[in-house]
């Protein structure tokens, strides 16, 4: 069979292909179950075998982009209401990210699962391909009722993956929020596919797509999903269970979490902000935009404040999740302002900008929290305060994280500056909006994602610095071993990834153009090809161009050349001695910044957005110390204030239970009278 | 495509500005010893140092890693680029769609990542304070250069330095108020990111003032060399990105080797007049505490910000 042949077979049964990868990795988790202790079994042939079923899943979608959408009805389900499946380009964007992305974290996870840490790895292998296959169902549901059925496998499966390691309270604390919150924006989401069906009962998205809307429940069912699917996705105030879960699960887990999961919450904001709601989309609804926006700013900058002061390395990535999903909030509301004032190539540029970015960040993050895990391993210990000049004894790992940490600060010619690039330019041409007050506060808005991204670089040379740079804090660290080669593979699997969106961003935004396409009418797709495929001009290279092969051709070998010529024409000698320090003879790893010294200058210049304690050494002390806790002002502001009101209702209603059998006979008999007085013909 | 003369003069101009980099800075010292009634060290100071280091040897610490001796290389990679892609002697190099204004931020904060991982590689106290020191200096000056571009973009309707340079430099003389509060944020903005006074004392070794000095105590022999050449081309890049973006008159927009030639005495001139200034305005202040750096830099945020809605609010209403 010759390769055109296969590619056409692949596309004309996409769908079908797709079904049977949910079968297999549900096949695969049940036979963990047959030997659930069995190490060897489920970590060398079953979590390999679930990589090679994403791997499948992700160039099937790539296939399927930019092809008709396909359909399909399972029967399974409630006797009158089978799941309707559909798959078209924006579902195919997002199955290619979990496609490409799981497998790289299915084959680091194949060496990453040890014996006796928490859950057992057969029942682990099974929730954690019930995970995948859940998350495949959400992108590629087509009626609410299939969305929420996975929707709700998705929390509860991630919640079980998440409390593994139970026999710590603060994990079983953290599974707990994490399943609140999951299930208060579930609701809202179900509230709004109760508002989109309107009370005719079919709750197909084709029904929802095809029905009028006013504008006032248009409104409501928007502002339903963004609560509901920012819940999800970590959007503030809802943010607080990101922090906490995600330095909770083992280390694949979270980056599964962060880089797809969150995704798919994006995912599920523009089907039904762009997909199910178009009819309603017009200049009325260019509010939607601002809201969206303002969201995404807030949570950008909160995000990444909050990351430049933690000192456990996985609440860290945690907060700069929160971050990214900030920008992506804000790209999303750039697209819906320039939509609504039908401003089409504006508005794709900002789309391009919102599917870049979650590929790009679903690369990086997930190799960050995987370097996190390998370092966990090697080293057992998740404080920034006690790691350092991991460098040595991890190369790769360290080498590997680098990528990560350049991509994800949003630098040239990695993937993280593409997307960066993309919102920039689309803040810049935004002038022209006839709206006065938009067109004053989209600038004020570039100028926080400006701030933003440059301090992302911060929190990451933080990360970065403190843990794999410098003196060991701690001598333990001299026992640290490199990643195994499963563990490698995966790595090096997404730092590729991230490499590769990096540098051919034209080619793959002629692939991911089609989802922009379906969404909006235009798409960008054909006036970049006319520039060639090594650069990225989306309007026109007079107005903006970036082409990173040139980029990183010129940088590399001036590396190159200026360091043959050094050679040549001086010398390459080396001497090692003792660290020069200005002369200090007593130098030591504690001399070193420590995680809290190094965000200090970020304490003091935002002090009023944290919540410190501190203790401060005095002259007197025995054992002087100084400390410093920083905590969320939303958790004293706002949660605590809910939870303790929820308590004291709860206990109000408590008090009808008396106990007393003849006090609820006399409940039953109000009721009986009451319902004769109201239900009177 | 990239023509054969067209990578010949832009290798030309890469050699020009490797070789403009040192005498520039060189000049800058030259003009401060002067204003401040001292000897001056002679113009070509910057490339005996140079010459020195690179013949001595590399003194190592014990635990450097591979990236402390990567990140020189780096560095001075980054810089090279970013002279290759301002528009300094034409506006029609074949590097110049490579990368516009964004991207050319993008790379000074390329080699400023690397430059601060390698001077906390090491873990001595004073290369942690360093690289700190300069992240914070970095995020703040970074934005603040980003909105500076940005409202320069803004009147070019592009973010390509060749089209902003041939719309500012061969339209009609207008004059934009919004670029004067861009152009004192840009000299802020440069003043703290080539490490100058107010922020920064590139001539002490002094604890508390130091910045860049701090993150470079132990580097010596060619990396040593290479960094400070990369400095020197940071000046250069900035002070020709200043020059593109607030005096871009007299670039020529062919792409013949004549042209470029005569582009150079002109070139010559504006950067020997921004060197004298630089030089004057570093006499005339005193350092300023470290703290005191953030309030400068958001000084110069809130200008550039400033400059782009004065430019949105008041400029783009006809």
Redesign the interface.
Same mark, same amino acid.
């Given at each position: 069979m010759n390769f055109p042949d296969l590619s056409e077979i692949l596309r004309q049964f996409a769908l079908d292909g797709l079904l049977g990868a949910i079968g297999m990795w549900l096949a695969i988790g049940v036979a963990g179950l047959t030997a659930p202790r069995s190490l060897g079994f489920i970590a060398k042939l079953l979590f390999p075998l679930g990589a090679l079923v994403s791997l499948l899943a992700g160039f099937v979608a790539l296939g399927s982009l930019g092809q008709p959408a396909q359909t399909a009805v399972l029967l399974i389900g409630l006797p009158d209401m089978p799941f309707h499946l559909r798959l078209d380009s924006l579902a195919a964007v997002f199955v290619l990210l979990l496609g490409f992305t799981s497998a790289g974290i299915s084959v680091f996870a194949a060496g990453y699962f040890r014996q006796g840490e928490g859950t057992a790895p057969g029942l682990l292998c099974l929730q954690y391909h019930l995970f995948l296959a859940s998350m495949l169902l959400v992108l590629l549901a087509d009626d609410a009722y299939a969305f929420m059925v996975a929707w709700e496998a998705m929390a509860l499966s991630s919640f079980f993956l998440v409390t593994t390691n139970h026999q710590h309270e603060e994990i079983r604390r953290a599974g707990y929020l994490y399943l609140l919150i999951a299930h208060v924006g579930a609701i809202a989401i179900l509230l709004c596919f109760g508002v989109m069906a309107g009370g005719t009962g079919d709750y197909t998205f084709d029904a929802m797509r095809a029905l009028p809307h006013t504008s006032f429940w248009a409104s409501a069912a928007f502002l339903l999903a963004l609560f509901g699917f920012g819940a999800k996705a970590g959007i503030v105030p809802m943010h607080v269970w990101l922090p906490e879960a995600h330095p909770a699960a083992p280390s694949p887990v979270s980056a599964m979490m962060s880089g797809v999961m969150l995704k798919t919450a994006v995912y599920g904001l523009l089907r039904v902000g762009f997909d199910l709601l178009h009819s309603s989309l017009g200049a009325a609804t260019w509010w939607w935009g601002v809201v969206a926006l303002a969201m995404g700013l807030t949570t950008a900058l909160f995000g990444v404040l909050f990351a430049t002061v933690q000192s456990d390395m996985k609440r860290l990535l945690a907060y700069s999740s929160i971050e990214n999903i900030g920008l992506i909030f804000v790209a999303i509301g750039l697209a819906f302002i320039f939509h609504a004032y039908s401003m089409a190539v504006l508005a794709a540029l900002a789309m391009t900008a919102v599917l870049y970015h979650c590929l790009s960040h679903a690369g990086f993050k997930s190799l960050l929290f995987l370097c996190t895990g390998s370092v966990l391993h090697a080293t057992k210990e998740r404080s920034l305060g006690k790691l350092g000049g991991l460098i040595g004894p991890m190369p790769w790992v360290a080498w590997l994280a680098l990528i990560g940490v350049l991509a994800s600060t949003g630098l040239p010619p990695l993937s993280g500056f593409v997307s960066e690039w993309l919102l920039l330019q689309s803040f810049l041409f935004s002038p022209g909006l006839p709206h006065p007050w938009l067109n004053m506060l989209v600038p004020i808005a570039a100028a926080v994602v400006a701030l933003v991204a440059a301090m992302a670089g911060f929190a990451m040379v933080k990360f970065y610095g403190i843990i794999f740079l410098g003196q060991m804090r701690e001598d333990a660290l001299k026992d640290a071993h490199d990643a195994g080669p499963w563990e490698k593979a995966g790595l090096i699997w997404l730092a590729a990834l991230g490499l590769l969106l990096g540098v051919l961003p034209a080619s793959i935004i002629g692939h991911i153009d089609a989802a922009t396409r379906e969404l909006l009418g235009t798409g960008l797709a054909d006036t970049m090809r006319e520039h060639g495929w090594w650069m990225l001009a989306p309007i026109s290279p007079e107005r903006a161009s970036y082409a990173p092969l040139v980029f990183l051709a010129v940088i590399a070998s001036s590396v190159l050349l200026g360091r043959w010529l050094v050679r040549t024409l001086y010398h390459g000698r080396v001497r090692r001695t003792a660290a020069w320090d200005c002369g200090y003879f007593f130098q030591g790893p504690r001399a070193q910044d420590t995680a809290e010294g190094f965000s200090q200058p970020i304490r003091r210049i935002f002090e009023p957005m944290f919540r410190m304690q501190r203790h401060f050494p005095t002259a007197r002390d025995v054992e002087p110390y100084y400390s410093v806790k920083v905590e969320d002002h939303f958790w004293y502001w706002l949660y605590l204030p809910v939870a303790r009101s929820v308590d004291g209702v709860a206990k109000l209603i408590a008090r009808l239970q008396g106990g007393r059998i003849a006090i609820y006979l006399m409940y039953s008999f109000l009721t009986l009278i009451i319902l004769l007085l109201v239900a009177r013909p | 495509?990239i023509s054969v003369s067209g990578l010949l003069e832009q290798i030309f101009a890469i050699g020009l500005a490797l070789l403009l980099a040192p005498l520039l800075s060189g000049w800058v010292n030259q003009c401060r010893c002067w204003l401040q009634n001292r000897s001056a060290p002679p113009l070509l100071q910057q490339f005996f140092m140079l010459h020195k280091l690179?013949?001595k040897?590399?003194?190592?610490?014990?635990?450097?890693?591979?990236?402390f001796r990567a990140a020189p290389?780096?560095v001075?990679?980054?810089m090279?680029?970013a002279a290759?892609i301002v528009p300094s002697l034409s506006t029609d190099l074949p590097?110049a769609?490579?990368?516009?204004t964004?991207?050319l931020v993008?790379?000074f904060? &390329?080699a400023?990542?690397f430059i601060?991982?390698a001077a906390?590689?090491?873990?001595?106290?004073?290369?942690?304070?360093g690289?700190?020191?300069e992240?914070?200096v970095?995020?703040?000056a970074?934005?603040a250069l980003?909105?500076v571009t940005?409202t320069v973009?803004?009147i070019a309707?592009?973010?390509?330095l060749a089209?902003i340079v041939e719309t500012l430099g061969r339209g009609p003389l207008v004059i934009y108020p919004s670029l004067a509060f861009a152009g004192i944020a840009f000299t802020f903005v440069s003043l703290a990111e080539n490490a100058r006074v107010p922020v920064d004392n590139p001539a002490t070794?002094l604890?508390l003032t130091m910045i860049h000095e701090a993150m470079i105590?132990?580097y010596s022999?060619?990396h040593l060399a290479?960094i400070e050449w990369a400095a020197s081309l940071k000046l250069y890049a900035y002070s020709c990105l200043g020059l593109a973006l607030f005096f871009p008159w007299g670039i020529p927009g062919g792409d013949d080797m004549l042209g470029l030639m005569a582009a150079i005495p002109l070139l010559l001139i504006k950067l020997a007049i921004g060197g004298a200034t630089l030089a004057l305005i570093e006499t005339l202040l005193a350092k300023m505490r470290i703290?005191r750096a953030?309030e400068f830099l958001g000084t110069a945020?809130l200008l550039?910000?400033l400059g782009?809605?004065v430019r949105? &609010?008041l400029e783009?209403k006809a």
């Open positions: - | 495509m690179f013949h040897d590399v003194v190592l610490a014990s635990n450097a890693s591979s990236l290389f780096i001075f990679g980054c090279v680029l290759a590097f769609p490579a990368a516009d964004i991207a993008g790379v904060g &390329l400023r990542i601060s991982l906390m590689d090491i873990g001595t106290a004073f290369g942690s304070l690289g700190r020191r992240m914070l970095g995020f703040l970074e934005p980003l909105m940005f973009a803004m309707q592009s973010t390509s089209t070794h604890e105590l132990e022999g060619r290479l703290f953030p945020f550039a910000v782009l809605l949105l &609010l783009m």
